[in-house]
């Protein structure tokens, strides 16, 4: 039996790609070694004709495209996760609906699986041609600390665009965690992997969804899901802040014995007093961003709520 190769490709706001995904990754179904091919598009509580063109899609192909549809918009992370869940293929690839990543690279990925035996078979950007150089600044910065602070490795330009074995998906289903983050879960789970370089490519069509703040929070989640090293940060500034006032009140008292008279200077002291509260606002809210997760994790609320499934 050839089996069956699962496509999960997360939709928010792709009304205008969608017509020219699915065209251009039906042209190499006949590349996948006699593999069948099993669409799952997750609409992501778009607010345009997105769930439309999915479903002229599935009447079009009801036997190969399903979709679902969530009641609201709850992340990618969230429809990736529906889409693992709902894929019931031999092999699971996972793609954006924008053609930034190319579906000719899907055969290639499938031979790295069959034939070199790997697990896993990623894609990794070898430029970020067309991306704003602030954008591509602050990414850098980002992959640079992860790997610092983190004992999970999440190598710069890396994709989510991979194909993955039944045995890997079945790893990354049990990490049921709520503030899912994807690039660093992949990661974790371990299996053999290989990437494949590629240049980058632009939307075929339609804006990114992503904001410079909601790429930020991304950061902050996977910085706090994959390291707690921020904890300690926040445990040695609080150390290091008081063994400075102990000395520094040793230096006043001395100083009002030996000479007499009185400190001056209290705009500096001021000035000290609230750095050191800044620093305890910061280490606070360090804290609390754990917390969070914790109090998120605990209320134990679904990933997502599914409005429409076909």
Known sequence: MPGKLSLIVPCFNEEQTLPLFYPATEKIKTQLRG???EYWFINDGSRDSTLDKLKQLQQNDPEHV???SFSRNFGKESALY????AATGDYVAVMDADLQDPPEL???MLAGIQDEHYDIVGTKRTDRKGEPPIRSFFSNLFYRLINHISNTPILNGVRDF???TRQVVDAILAMKEYR???KGIFSWVGFNTKYLPYENHDRIAGKTSWSFGKLFKYS???IVAFSELPLSIASFVGFFSFVIAIIALFFIVIRQLVFGDSVAGWASIVSIMIMV????LLCLGIVGKYIGNIYLEVKNRPIYIIKEKK
């Open 35 to 37: 593999l069948s091919l």
């Open 66 to 68: 399903h979709y679902i």
């Open 82 to 85: 529906a889409g693992l869940q």
């Open 106 to 108: 899907l055969p290639t």
């Open 162 to 164: 991979r194909l993955m």
């Open 180 to 182: 899912r983050f994807s």
């Open 220 to 222: 902050l989640d996977g």
């Open 277 to 280: 509260g800044g620093l305890q």
